[in-house]
């Protein structure tokens, strides 16, 4: 079964670091999301994107996120400048349909835990 | 998009059925419910969803109340991995954001 696949699984680093992390989403699907969740909390929505652009944002994707469909199988985040806070598990997630009730069926990596230390 | 209420937590006997109830009050016409779960710390995963019919797959099988104030969602026969986390969640059809509630904690016991 296809499946999203995330690098690095555990990403450990020092507060003001720059951190990407890279998903590669399902070969076909046309929407890409990111989400995080803090330990012991819900899982956010972050970001999503389509046709090579972010579509909607949260208040949580502020200045110091980024993302980037560089080819035409990576899709990262990256984090600038990366604050205690920013310590959770981020989970890449994509969908085969842009549109209808199934573009809300998404397929979620295992995600990569960040720690910043 | 309409507020879900599930219990926080619930117990199921392995091989029975774990019933998961979940409440939407508010829910409008266009707003399907989608069912996901989240096994530890994996990333959620897609169980359901439906509009107003009940469905079924493999996984699972949803009951949407007629007034569609309520949702069932119905795992027919529980094992030890079906222990996790399941959100319900409302949303219209389209790439709008899913929210993700506290859901239900469900621990199959064996």
């Known amino acids: 079964e296809p499946e999203v696949t995330q690098t690095p699984s555990h990403q450990v680093t020092q507060m003001g670091q720059e951190v990407i992390l890279r998903c590669v989403p399902i070969?076909?699907?046309?929407?890409f999301y990111w989400y995080r969740q803090i330990l012991g909390q819900k899982v956010e929505f972050l970001v999503s994107?389509?046709?090579?652009?972010?579509?909607?944002k949260s208040e949580i994707f502020d200045d110091q996120f980024s993302v980037e469909r560089p080819d035409g199988s990576n899709f990262t985040l990256k984090i600038r400048s990366t604050k205690l806070e920013d310590s959770a598990m981020y989970f890449c997630a994509s969908s085969r349909l842009a549109g209808g009730p199934g573009a809300n069926v998404l397929t979620f990596g295992a995600g990569s835990r960040l720690t910043v230390l | 998009d309409a507020k879900t209420t599930q219990p926080p937590s619930m117990d199921c006997a392995e091989g029975r059925a774990a019933n998961l109830p979940c409440n939407h009050s508010t829910i409008s016409g266009n707003e399907y419910v989608y069912w996901y779960r989240q096994i530890h710390s994996q990333g959620p995963q897609y169980i359901i969803h439906g509009l107003k019919n009940n469905e079924t797959n493999e996984m699972a099988s949803l009951i949407i109340t007629e007034d569609r104030k309520s949702s069932t969602l119905i795992l027919p026969h529980a094992t030890l991995r079906d222990t996790a986390v399941y959100y319900c969640?409302?949303?219209?059809?389209?790439?709008?954001?899913?929210?993700f509630g506290k859901g239900t904690r469900l621990s199959v016991i064996a």
């Open positions: 969640i409302v949303r219209v059809a389209g790439n709008t954001p899913l929210v």
């Open positions: 070969s076909n699907h046309l929407y």
């Open positions: 994107f389509y046709n090579n652009e972010i579509s909607e």
